[in-house]
């Protein structure tokens, strides 16, 4: 046996905001063999509203709630495009200008995306909402509270940034994402990565998704095997190999539960550096060869997801 580089490893590393490579974060950086999907309540919603005759969505909230990923998700299932040219059109044609068409449908209603509010400047903002009303295109609007009540309320914003503003303060009141089916607004800060339910929330996906696989099989003849603290964490969470790993899940997911219930707002973005975190404690492979062939003291306790 050798000592083996997982790249799988080395993905989860960059999702680390401590690490200089921690691009992985970001959905506009991600590359389609490291992405993560994740079918969540806010993507079945846009999706049906879309589909049902949605003039407008805002999906608003915190950053690291996955805006910019709702976006991807859905130039892939309404326009058709394929992960890599959905990720091209977030970065090139999602300025609340461009009109996305579909892949091979001219008949299918187009999508204009607000990618990011803060890159717009607030008269230019206002006014192009102002013609998303009009337009026949589907706008979706990526914006956090404060800058989208700034664009409403400001100067140039005329009768349809007041409709929009008037329907954004009510869902506050009435929780409700739409009352006409025309205006829609998701509010992301109202999403759990925890859920209700043990074993089917955000949190538990992202485990499984990067416990499971052949995405270890690298690791299987790697002579730093037996003393890797990663794996052994990957062993310890991977619900499939068995029902304590299933129990150590379920409990973390109820301390985030808890967190969500106290008024914590945890994002995805949060989320996935936690898993990264509990499964890698930081590590890369070459560290761990590295702590191998130097230390003769047990030295893994501390890199254990529960220490």
């Known amino acids: 046996m050798s000592e083996k580089i997982n790249k799988h490893v080395s993905r989860l590393n960059r999702f680390l905001p401590f690490s200089a490579e921690h691009d992985q974060i970001y959905e506009e950086y991600q590359q389609s063999e490291d992405s993560l999907s994740i079918e969540t309540a806010a993507l079945k919603y846009l999706e049906r509203a879309v589909a049902e005759g949605a003039k407008i969505v805002i999906l608003t909230g915190d950053a690291g709630h996955g805006k910019t990923?709702?976006?991807?998700?859905l130039i892939e299932t309404h326009l058709g495009y394929n992960e890599d040219e959905a990720r091209r059109l977030i970065n090139t044609k999602c300025d609340g200008e461009t009109s996305i068409p579909a892949k091979g449908d001219p008949t299918r209603r187009r999508l204009r995306i607000f990618k990011d509010f803060s890159e717009l400047q607030i008269p230019v903002a206002a006014s192009r909402l102002e013609s998303a009303l009009?337009?026949?295109?589907?706008?979706?609007?990526?914006?956090?509270?404060?800058?989208?009540?700034?664009?409403?309320?400001?100067e140039e914003a005329g009768s349809g940034c007041e409709e929009l503003f008037r329907r954004f303060e009510q869902s506050f009141i009435d929780g409700l994402a739409s009352t006409d089916g025309r205006i829609h607004v998701i509010n992301l800060n109202n999403q759990s990565v925890a859920g209700d339910r043990t074993g089917t929330s955000i949190f538990a996906d992202a485990i499984r998704h990067w416990t499971s696989g052949t995405r270890w099989r690298a690791c299987e003849d790697c002579s730093s095997r037996r003393e890797c603290p990663i794996i052994n964490n990957r062993m310890l969470l991977a619900s499939a190999s068995s029902e304590e790993a299933a129990i150590r899940v379920s409990r973390a997911e109820l301390l985030i539960r808890s967190l969500e219930r106290v008024g914590a707002v945890v994002t995805i973005r949060d989320t996935l550096m936690l898993v990264a975190y509990m499964l890698t404690g930081g590590l890369t492979c070459s560290d761990v060869h590295g702590q191998?062939?130097?230390r003769r003291n047990p030295w893994q306790a501390q890199y254990a997801f529960y220490n």
Request: glycine share 4%; aromatic share 4%.
């Open 69 to 73: 990923y709702l976006c991807r998700r």
């Open 134 to 154: 009009a337009n026949e295109a589907v706008s979706i609007v990526c914006a956090n509270e404060g800058r989208l009540r700034v664009v409403l309320k400001s």
């Open 292 to 294: 191998v062939r130097t």
